[in-house]
């Protein structure tokens, strides 16, 4: 027998199984001691169990061959044959690419504007009036996704709807937007836009809440404008949340606005508006195809997690900030 055979024989000594049992003994030190504040994590803990963990079991039916006669636990296992069926599918790689694109849109556009608002609502020196403000660009986002939607057609109907009404005026034709495959992502990223961006402001205006006073009183003793200010401190500074926030907004990138999709698109717009949120939900719910659904929506998760370990790896390069 070898000394490294023999070590390992060895039992493990008092110290090391103390120490290992230490963590077990002062969680339920902890138990004992906050009982209640665990009592209250308690229902929240089993909401996740229930409606988080527990689901996962169905997960199985991306790799049988379900049905609902059976069960999952009945239906037979085929493998990965859906995942074939699925990229074999022209339907699917077209959802793909379009929420790939409105995404990636979504991104370009979307995301740099609560960064501008935010700077120039802290450029605002009145108090009454910065309030004013953040209160309009705040509203938006607690409005129903569906009144939204509902605003949206409304104003670019094309009998009575004000845009159309407008063309009209400087005789130009009426446009039937929300039957036009090219208008539909200009439209989902505008409107996007104005609903969420001053909400999303908020995180970015706390970051530069929380920047030193010191350093704009030094650098206006310098003589430096507000630009510079601007661009030489409140930037830089801000630039840990803007990785933090920019990750996970890349975790997200698969999950286009599924809701707000299925209230605007229509048959005729599957061209640039079918995403794989509705894709899976025609195809599972309308279409009853619960396992390839399934498989779709694993694909789905598996690339969006892909895409923030990468991310989150490349934050912690550049700004030496992630979100773990």
């Not at 530069?208 to 409140?234: C, F, H, K």
């Not at 498989?295 to 990468?310: E, K, R, T, Y």
């Amino acid at each position: 027998m070898t000394s490294a055979t023999k070590a390992q024989s060895l039992p493990l000594p008092a110290a090391t199984l103390e120490v290992r049992s230490k963590p077990l003994e002062r969680l339920w030190k902890d138990i004992k001691r906050d009982w209640l504040l665990y009592a209250m994590l308690l229902p929240t803990i089993i909401w996740f169990l229930v409606f988080l963990y527990k689901p996962m079991i169905g997960l199985q039916m991306a790799f049988k061959q379900y049905s609902a006669w059976k069960g999952i636990a009945g239906s037979p296992w085929i493998g990965f044959d859906h995942f074939v069926t699925l990229f074999q599918s022209e339907q699917f790689l077209r959802a793909i690419r379009n929420t790939l694109t409105l995404s990636g849109l979504s991104l370009l556009f979307g995301f740099p504007m609560p960064i501008l608002l935010a700077l120039m609502i802290n450029e605002v020196y009145s108090k009454g009036y910065r309030k004013a403000i953040q209160t309009i660009v705040y509203l938006p986002h607690f409005i129903s996704v569906v009144i939204v939607a509902g605003l949206v057609v409304t104003f670019l109907s094309p009998s009575t709807g004000v845009v159309n009404n407008v063309l009209s005026w400087f005789g130009m034709d009426r446009i039937y937007f929300l039957t036009q495959p090219e208008w539909f992502r200009p439209i989902y990223i505008s409107s996007n836009i104005w609903k969420e961006a001053g909400f999303d402001s908020i995180v970015y205006l706390a970051a530069i809440m929380s920047i030193n006073p010191a350093l704009y009183e030094s650098a206006q003793v310098d003589g430096a404008t507000r630009w510079q200010m601007i661009t030489r401190i409140t930037l830089p500074c801000i630039i840990p949340t803007i990785a933090v926030l920019l990750v996970i907004r890349l975790g997200h990138i698969l999950e286009v606005g599924f809701e707000y999709i299925i209230l605007l698109y229509q048959p005729t717009t599957y061209e640039t508006a079918d995403v794989i949120s509705t894709y899976i939900y025609r195809l599972g719910l309308q279409g009853a195809r619960y396992d390839i659904a399934t498989a779709a929506g694993i694909f789905n998760a598996v690339v969006a997690l892909v895409i923030v370990l990468f991310a989150n790896h490349m934050s912690r390069r550049i700004t030496k900030t992630g979100v773990f």
